[in-house]
């Protein structure tokens, strides 16, 4: 089974009362094709999700040439070890853990200062937080197409720290559970909804007010 031989709805989460069955089922057949390195499997995948991934290393980075070369070897990785991938996870998550990790591996080559910060996540910001945040409702990415000025809204996220921007990015733009987040970042729950509590507190005083929708959305 290949992603072309899949019903359309399935990459459309939420359209049927059988969505999450057929996610199920979109990342059991792309882990399979992965172990049997189906030709033309990476092509697709790379189409689907070539410009998620290049939006996260962006953000995450900081650095349009260090994404760019992280991204080909990101999918470099993909196919060399593609046989890991076991479908239980969505697709998108594991993917997004290996251009984390890279990113990692590529800041402790070049022994940047934010380093520890990025792997560690063992500030003062990270302490329990007692409050919850709500996964129903509409979709964040709905609340953040209602927005203008987007550039505004990039230029705001890079003025964070690596740590409460990715948390951002990844909920509002990638549209990943709280749950997925705390895979991707290897971090616990409280500590996700920590950082995304205080990285949407430091970036609406950036907008003058205009992100209330999407913290409402939070």
């Not at 999450?20 to 689907?48: F, P, T, W």
């Not at 290996?98 to 910060?117: C, F, G, H, P, W």
Request: glycine residues 6%; proline residues 3%.
């Amino acid at each position: 089974m290949t992603l072309a031989s899949l019903p359309a709805a399935i990459f459309l989460p939420g359209t049927t009362a059988g969505a999450d069955e057929q996610v199920r089922r979109e990342n059991l057949a792309i882990a399979h094709g992965l172990k049997r390195r189906e030709a033309g499997l990476l092509e697709e995948l790379i189409v689907r999700y070539q410009h998620r991934l290049m939006r996260y290393l962006l953000y995450l980075t900081g650095c349009r040439e260090m994404a760019e070369d992280l991204f080909q070897e990101v999918w470099m990785r993909v196919l060399v070890r593609g046989e890991q991938y076991n479908g239980n996870a969505r697709f998108e998550t594991w993917l997004f853990a290996i251009a984390r990790n890279m990113v990692i591996d590529q800041r402790r080559k070049r022994t940047m200062s934010s380093l520890d910060e990025l792997v560690e996540g063992a500030t003062e910001d990270d302490r329990a937080m007692t409050f919850e945040v709500a996964c129903d409702g509409p979709s964040p990415l709905e609340h953040f197409s209602r927005l203008e000025n987007r550039e505004r809204i990039a230029a705001a996220l890079l003025e964070l720290d690596t740590l409460h921007r990715e948390v951002l990015v990844l909920r509002f733009h990638e549209e990943l559970s709280l749950e997925e987040i705390a895979k991707v970042t290897q971090a616990h729950l409280s500590t996700v909804k920590s950082r995304l509590y205080r990285g949407l507190a430091m970036i609406k005083p950036r907008l003058d007010g205009c992100l209330n929708p999407v913290a409402e959305a939070v």
